[in-house]
């Protein structure tokens, strides 16, 4: 079933003339699948712990491999996806990626916080008008 839907969504995103990039973390739990994945998906790997050139594991990873490692084997091409809430996430991401060709691109994730910066961009304009009209008093 995982494998037909990425199937399905990988032929339509050609059909249409993209290119398909996808968290890679679920064949974690469906291993051998991944021999049947197009390599010209982009397998986008995410971690958020603040080091991750130790980590090697999603949610229940029983395998505990080198994610990055496996994926340049297999022939796909990588991003790193580290977030937005850790520098040292994304310090310790440019470093593990740095020991594969195959991991070309950099993809920087902000999940939980958009309604709280979007309150704070609001916030931050209104003050901004409150500056501004004052200043033309």
């Known amino acids: 079933l995982f494998l037909g839907h990425v199937l399905k969504v990988h032929d339509f995103l050609k059909s249409i003339g993209k290119r398909m990039a996808m968290w890679p973390d ?3 739990n469906y291993h051998d699948i991944i021999r049947d994945v197009p390599r ?3 397998m986008t790997e995410w971690h958020y712990h603040e080091d991750v050139r130790f980590c090697q594991a999603h949610f229940n990873n029983q395998t505990q491999e080198e ?3 496996r994926y340049s084997k297999l022939g796909f091409e990588a ?3 580290p977030a937005d809430r850790c520098l040292n996430n994304g310090l310790s ?3 593990y990626a740095s020991r594969y060709e195959s991991t070309t691109g950099f993809l920087m994730t902000s ?3 958009i309604e709280k910066r979007l309150r704070y961009a609001r916030k931050k304009r209104k003050r901004s008008e409150v500056y501004q009209n004052a200043q033309n008093i």
Do not use: A
């Open 26 to 28: 679920m064949f974690e």
């Open 40 to 42: 010209d998906i982009i």
């Open 67 to 69: 994610t990055l490692g």
């Open 79 to 81: 991003w790193v996806s």
């Open 93 to 95: 991401f440019i470093d």
């Open 111 to 113: 999940w939980e916080k």
